[in-house]
């Protein structure tokens, strides 16, 4: 019988750098605080959902290099309990990282990604015969270059390993990036193809759809979701809520009101709130109850800098929105 999640993709070590002002060419910034941890979906949802108390197995499966970077995702996954025996490693390209430069005072971030083994990352890392879990995450469409190529009878590589799991008797889930580029419309539908759930931002899914979803509006949501002819559950995400829009209608969440001066900063939000969302549906929550659960997630990690450390277990993130209350 199966039971908990396998979440594959992007495993990142991120560098936080907080700056006091982010500087124009050939000019200097004085770093302060410096911070490291996770990135990338996989391993943020898994940390997340071991963080909130997971009581099922939680699996890994992506590629890491042969390095100081890929020893930490290792280390760091094996002390959460997390199963590392389906994320590889290579010598061919080092671990992937970020540095993420984040000035004082605005929060505002710029990133300096280097793409590294993920983009070596391909179907036949993943085997659904060898794990025991009943739901697979995925993530990130359209930062796996191997997995966004084409494929000729599925689409893409990355519906390609979609289609396995789904085969395999796994339920699934999709997360994209923020890219800006032409690329949703050639990449992302066929994913959905074989995805019961997908998860974007404002942004994403106004570059999905072709409409501007910038503000929060669960009618618009609601028609975006037609225009896409999915079935499965559409998932976004603003800064002030989020929305669920599936057949059965569309079900919205505001976000919770935390005070300003608790909020570090917003990496790490969008998984926090598929972790949470997540943790529900595997628990058999009603879809109000996953919502909530999944935006007082991402109300608790915003308030560390790092992705995931401001995650508590379920109990206590929830506690932050009888707390301070939830946006209309």
């Known amino acids: 019988m199966r039971r908990g999640i396998a979440s594959g993709g992007n495993f990142i070590v991120d560098y936080v750098k907080m700056v006091d002002v982010y500087p124009a060419e050939q000019t200097l910034a004085n770093i302060g605080k410096e911070f490291s941890g996770s990135g990338g979906a996989p391993y943020n949802v898994l940390l997340d959902l071991a963080r909130l108390g997971a009581d099922f197995p939680l699996e890994a499966i992506g590629l890491i290099g042969e390095d100081e970077a890929g020893q930490y995702i290792l280390d760091d996954c094996q002390a959460n309990g997390i199963d590392t025996r389906q994320l590889a490693t290579t010598g061919a390209a080092p671990t992937s990282y970020t540095l993420v430069m984040v000035v004082e005072g605005s929060g505002r971030r710029t990133f300096f990604h ?5 983009a070596l990352l391909g179907p ?3 085997d659904f015969s060898a794990t025991s879990a009943s739901h697979f995450h995925y993530g990130y469409l359209l930062l796996l270059d191997a997995l966004d190529a084409a494929d000729g009878e599925f689409g893409t590589k990355a519906a390609r390993v979609l289609a396995a799991a789904k085969e395999a008797g796994l339920t699934t889930s999709v997360d994209l990036v923020s890219e800006d ?3 949703f419309g050639r990449i ?8 019961d759930f997908a998860f974007m931002n404002e942004f994403e899914a106004s570059r999905l759809t072709g409409l501007d ?3 929060p509006d669960p009618d618009l949501a609601g028609r975006a979701y037609e225009s ?7 998932l976004i995400h603003w800064p002030d809520g989020a929305a669920s829009c599936s057949p059965s209608g569309t079900v919205w969440q505001g976000r919770v009101l935390l005070p300003p001066e608790r909020i570090a900063s917003v990496a790490g939000s969008g998984d926090a709130f598929a972790a949470g969302y997540l943790l529900g549906y595997l628990r058999g929550y009603e879809e109000r109850r996953r919502l909530r659960l999944g935006v007082c997630c991402a109300a608790a ?7 995931c450390g401001g995650v508590v277990p379920e109990a206590e993130c929830l506690r932050l929105g009888e707390t301070f209350g939830f946006a209309p």
Do not use: K, M
Request: aromatic residues 12%.
């Open 181 to 183: 580029s032409d690329r």
């Open 124 to 126: 036949a890392h993943f």
């Open 228 to 234: 896409l002819g999915y079935s499965g559950t559409l």
């Open 188 to 195: 992302v539908p066929s994913a959905l193809r074989y995805a």
């Open 301 to 307: 990690s915003i308030t560390d800098y790092t992705c």
């Open 114 to 118: 280097q793409r590294g083994a993920n």
């Open 213 to 215: 979803l910038t503000h």
